[in-house]
């Protein structure tokens, strides 16, 4: 494998910068402060477990909206700008675009993140909580929000390899929704007398990424474990998925006329 | 257009911004006026299915029940100072909260508290042993969860049997504290005497930080206090008749009768009051409150 979907991966990362994609951390850095000083005086019993659940939920949501609207874009603008034409006269394979395209992404949303957990350490001392063994918990919730992140922009990048942005945006958000309800879905099929719904409700279950299963944000707010199997299940799960459509993406991409 | 008529929009544009926003503040506030009272007047919680919430929260709802119990706590708060206070939506902010989130224990333990207490909260001990309870169920062997169970039964219920069951559970639980078993077993000989109340109250007093209860404790315990100390200034008063034929008429001629020593006050520092009949009151001018038994029953459960 060539070095040209790094040197990609690094120009996305930049051109993300360029784009002041990270302002978004100003914003969530007033957000932690303001919550750290509200909180105590218009609440009880839930200073340390307001900044925990509100610092995870803001860097999943800030996270799910820079995958969702720069991951449609990703093939999208370079098409619309022309630029896509002059790499691709380089020594470059659509599907080495595309990976780079991704990990490039992969790496903004990752630094964001970084940023973020230090934001939200800070904020939880700030409170005057001592760290403890059990935060461990928030780590790994902040790495399953990053699994899902992926998960999520390989989705985009799926969709924008044949789709506009807007409906690249829609197809996405409604698998993310449709994902975290998979087990409801299943559980509705599961009530109805119709073996064609069962059979339709099960193969949707398995087909769509079970989003909940990286949703951790309760259960390290309160501090309690999360089981290691429940990591690399999670972790191969994430990637295999991801790996599935980058494939597929690649394959579509291919194909693609871009005359 | 020229460079200086550029500057001279630009300067109207700097003045003319604050300008408009402080109309706009003035012009908001006379529209808040008009409508606050109207707001005011009616409650809403748009939303009362917990399930349906737990849904629209789309995997946050942890976030969200932080938000509900905050909104339970401000609820709470802000109707405090109303007068035949009411809390309607108090039940249904406890109950989004603590689906949203079932191991959210401020709102079981405080909101308990709000839920039960007949002067400052909405008098329904029977919701908030059903709280409770459901705290317990969704936090196994958290021993706090049935203390709090154990003092609701006891003081709100004057259910000794289940109050005793109540503490017993929670010295059982792994990390549950020999306190427990002993106020157990102390629920079961004496029920409700004076002493075991200034346990409890201590108890709670001593495991909460929240100024609030902390206050209300300390208030119940000097109220507890004076009770204690009217019974044993009327038993000198009897005994005072018994030796002299009349009740005496002044707290000096109990002294003189070394009956008293000094002149007994309440925990405030106010003397207490010898009435015509023998029987000591507290001082009209004291902040001290004798603990009322609880006079309405427990309506039933709400849906």
């Given at each position: 494998?060539?070095a040209m979907?790094?040197?990609?991966?690094?120009?996305?990362?930049?051109?993300?910068?360029r784009?002041?994609?990270l302002?978004?951390?100003?914003?969530?850095?007033?957000?932690m402060?303001?919550?750290?000083?509200i909180?105590?005086?218009?609440?009880?019993?839930?200073?340390?477990?307001?900044?925990?659940?509100?610092?995870?939920?803001?860097?999943?949501?800030?996270?799910?909206?820079?995958?969702?609207?720069?991951?449609v874009?990703?093939?999208?603008?370079?098409i619309?700008?022309?630029?896509?034409?002059?790499?691709l006269?380089?020594?470059?394979?659509r599907?080495?675009?595309?990976?780079?395209?991704?990990?490039?992404?992969?790496l903004?949303?990752?630094?964001?993140?970084?940023?973020?957990?230090?934001?939200?350490?800070v904020?939880?001392?700030?409170?005057?909580?001592p760290?403890?063994?059990?935060?461990?918990?928030?780590?790994?919730?902040?790495?399953f929000?990053?699994?899902?992140?992926?998960?999520?922009?390989?989705?985009?990048?799926?969709?924008?390899?044949?789709?506009?942005?807007?409906?690249?945006?829609l197809?996405?958000?409604?698998?993310?929704?449709?994902?975290?309800?998979?087990?409801?879905?299943?559980?509705f099929?599961?009530?109805?007398?119709s073996?064609?719904?069962?059979?339709?409700t099960?193969?949707?279950?398995?087909?769509?990424p079970?989003?909940?299963?990286?949703?951790?944000?309760?259960?390290?707010a309160?501090?309690?474990?999360?089981?290691?199997?429940?990591v690399?299940q999670?972790?191969?799960?994430?990637l295999?998925?991801?790996?599935l459509?980058?494939?597929?993406?690649?394959?579509?991409?291919?194909?693609?006329?871009?005359? | 257009?020229?460079?200086?008529?550029q500057?001279?929009?630009?300067?109207?544009?700097l003045?003319?911004?604050?300008?408009?926003?402080?109309?706009?503040?003035?012009?908001?506030?006379r529209?808040?006026?008009?409508?606050?009272?109207?707001?005011?007047?009616?409650?809403?919680l748009?939303?009362?299915?917990?399930?349906?919430?737990e849904?629209?929260?789309?995997?946050?709802n942890?976030?969200?029940?932080?938000?509900?119990?905050?909104?339970?706590?401000?609820y709470?708060?802000?109707?405090?100072a109303?007068?035949?206070?009411?809390?309607?939506?108090?039940?249904?902010?406890?109950d989004?909260?603590?689906?949203?989130d079932?191991?959210?224990?401020?709102?079981?333990?405080f909101?308990?508290?709000?839920?039960?207490?007949?002067?400052v909260?909405?008098?329904?001990?029977?919701?908030?042993?059903?709280?409770i309870?459901?705290?317990?169920a969704?936090?196994p062997?958290?021993?706090r969860l049935?203390?709090?169970?154990?003092?609701l039964?006891y003081?709100?219920?004057?259910?000794?049997?289940?109050?005793?069951?109540?503490y017993?559970?929670?010295?059982?639980?792994?990390?549950?504290?020999?306190?427990?078993?002993?106020?157990?077993?102390?629920?079961?000989?004496?029920g409700?005497s004076?002493e075991t109340?200034?346990?409890?109250w201590?108890?709670?007093?001593?495991?909460?930080?929240d100024?609030?209860?902390?206050?209300?404790?300390?208030?119940?315990l000097?109220?507890?206090?004076?009770?204690?100390?009217e019974?044993?200034?009327d038993?000198?008063?009897?005994?005072?008749?018994q030796?002299?034929g009349?009740y005496?008429?002044?707290?000096?001629e109990?002294?003189?009768?070394?009956?008293?020593?000094?002149?007994?006050?309440?925990?405030?520092?106010?003397?207490?009051?010898?009435?015509?009949?023998g029987?000591?009151e507290?001082n009209?001018?004291?902040?001290?409150?004798?603990?009322?038994e609880?006079?309405?029953p427990?309506?039933?459960?709400?849906?």
């Amino acid at each position: 494998m060539s070095a040209m979907p790094g040197v990609v991966a690094i120009n996305t990362f930049r051109e993300a910068v360029r784009d002041r994609v990270l302002y978004n951390l100003v914003f969530f850095a007033l957000l932690m402060i303001g919550a750290a000083i509200i909180v105590g005086q218009i609440s009880i019993g839930i200073e340390r477990l307001v900044i925990v659940n509100l610092g995870l939920t803001a860097i999943s949501i800030f996270g799910l909206v820079m995958a969702i609207f720069i991951g449609v874009g990703l093939v999208y603008k370079e098409i619309e700008k022309r630029t896509l034409y002059s790499l691709l006269s380089k020594p470059i394979r659509r599907w080495e675009f595309l990976v780079g395209k991704y990990a490039g992404l992969i790496l903004t949303l990752v630094i964001n993140t970084a940023f973020m957990t230090a934001g939200l350490a800070v904020a939880l001392f700030y409170v005057g909580r001592p760290f403890v063994r059990s935060d461990a918990s928030i780590l790994i919730a902040i790495y399953f929000i990053l699994l899902a992140l992926a998960l999520v922009t390989a989705i985009a990048l799926f969709f924008s390899c044949f789709s506009s942005p807007m409906l690249s945006t829609l197809f996405t958000l409604a698998i993310y929704v449709t994902g975290l309800f998979a087990a409801d879905i299943r559980d509705f099929g599961a009530l109805t007398h119709s073996s064609f719904i069962k059979t339709a409700t099960s193969v949707l279950y398995y087909l769509v990424p079970n989003f909940h299963d990286f949703n951790s944000i309760a259960v390290a707010a309160h501090g309690e474990s999360i089981p290691f199997a429940l990591v690399w299940q999670n972790t191969l799960y994430a990637l295999m998925y991801i790996a599935l459509l980058l494939v597929a993406s690649s394959a579509i991409f291919s194909r693609r006329n871009l005359k | 257009m020229s460079n200086a008529g550029q500057k001279r929009s630009l300067w109207l544009a700097l003045a003319a911004i604050p300008l408009l926003f402080a109309a706009l503040f003035f012009l908001q506030a006379r529209i808040d006026a008009r409508t606050r009272t109207e707001a005011q007047a009616k409650e809403e919680l748009l939303l009362r299915s917990p399930a349906a919430i737990e849904k629209m929260s789309l995997g946050y709802n942890s976030l969200l029940a932080d938000i509900y119990w905050t909104r339970a706590v401000q609820y709470y708060g802000g109707k405090l100072a109303d007068e035949n206070v009411h809390f309607p939506l108090l039940w249904p902010l406890l109950d989004i909260s603590t689906t949203l989130d079932p191991k959210l224990l401020a709102a079981y333990h405080f909101g308990a508290m709000f839920l039960s207490e007949p002067r400052v909260g909405a008098n329904r001990p029977d919701l908030a042993v059903k709280l409770i309870k459901r705290g317990i169920a969704a936090n196994p062997g958290n021993w706090r969860l049935d203390a709090d169970l154990g003092f609701l039964y006891y003081w709100y219920l004057r259910d000794y049997g289940d109050a005793a069951a109540a503490y017993l559970a929670g010295s059982n639980t792994p990390q549950g504290p020999a306190w427990m078993k002993f106020m157990a077993a102390r629920l079961d000989q004496k029920g409700g005497s004076l002493e075991t109340s200034r346990m409890i109250w201590t108890q709670v007093y001593e495991s909460n930080s929240d100024p609030k209860i902390r206050k209300l404790a300390l208030n119940t315990l000097k109220g507890l206090k004076a009770e204690q100390d009217e019974r044993e200034l009327d038993t000198a008063a009897s005994e005072y008749r018994q030796r002299f034929g009349h009740y005496p008429a002044s707290v000096a001629e109990m002294r003189g009768a070394a009956l008293l020593h000094g002149v007994p006050v309440d925990p405030d520092g106010y003397p207490y009051v010898l009435g015509p009949d023998g029987q000591f009151e507290l001082n009209p001018h004291s902040s001290v409150a004798i603990p009322q038994e609880p006079k309405t029953p427990p309506r039933p459960a709400a849906k």
